[in-house]
Structure formats: C-alpha cells, structure tokens
C-alpha cells in the first residue's frame, strides 16, 4: 500500500447536507492512499443520521464527540466518544446522533470512495429534503449504494 504525504486542514470547508443534519469534511482522498481507503470526518446534528444503507465498502468508525444510536443487520447498539465501529461491506446500515448537540465521528472507507463526489453529488440530491425512495436508489445506482429506508430513529430501543 502506499500512502502520499498530506496535509488536512481543520479550516476547510464541509460538505453540508442539511436534510439530514450533516457537515462533512474529507480528511484523507482516495488518491493519496492509491485508492486503498479513504478517511472523513462527519458532524451529525441532534437527532439527525443518513438513510438506512449498504455498500460495498467496509467503515470504521470512531466517535469523537456525543453519543449514537447504530443498527446494522437489524441490531441495534449505542456508541459514545471513545468506541470504535466496524461495519463490514455489504451489511446493512444506518445511525444518528441521539444526543442534543452535535455530535462528530471520524470514519474510515476501504477500498475508498470518492467521498468529495458522493457526497457533493447526494447534497444536490437532496437540497428539497430526503427525495423518496425510487430517486434515492437512482442516485445510488452509480455509486453501488442501496438505499434500504429511513434513517434511525433516536427514540428506536437498542437490541444489544
């Protein structure tokens, strides 16, 4: 694997998503790991999380700040700053932030994604508010996204 020197900056601008409480900011592109992995930085409003999904690529995610409800395959499980989350590629999934502030997590993609596109391109997707099911899956078809649902509900029980 090779890695390229870079240097992310805390003052760069987000992604911003507003349908879904969202401020994205990509801390490491796919070209600097040669396509390996990619490394972003989420900032989830109150309550807010993306629809339930699954893709090909594999997540870690580490909570920052705040407190999440995750469910993937169905299970449900809190996460607080500190824990660590690895979803493997193909597996269903979704979270939100339960707290009543931001909350932030740092994820790692492998392989990586063009996270910058995708996410440039859902924000324009969604700039009326979350579009329905048949457009959400249209988009993803591109990006080898399945769009599954609505997002998680912080009022939803754990399982585990």
Known sequence: MSISFLHSKGTEAPIKIP?????????????????EFCFIETINAPGAGPPRHRHRE???????????????????FYAEAGDVVSIPGGVEHGFCNVTDKPARQYILMAPALDAAAFFTELAGVMHDGIPDQAALNAFGLKWHVEFLGPPVNKNDQPTD
């Open 19 to 35: 349908a879904i409480g969202l401020d994205l900011f990509v801390r490491m592109p796919p070209a600097a790991s040669s396509g």
């Open 58 to 76: 594999a997540e870690i995610f580490r909570v920052i700040e705040g407190r999440y409800l995750y469910e993937a395959d169905g299970r449900r």
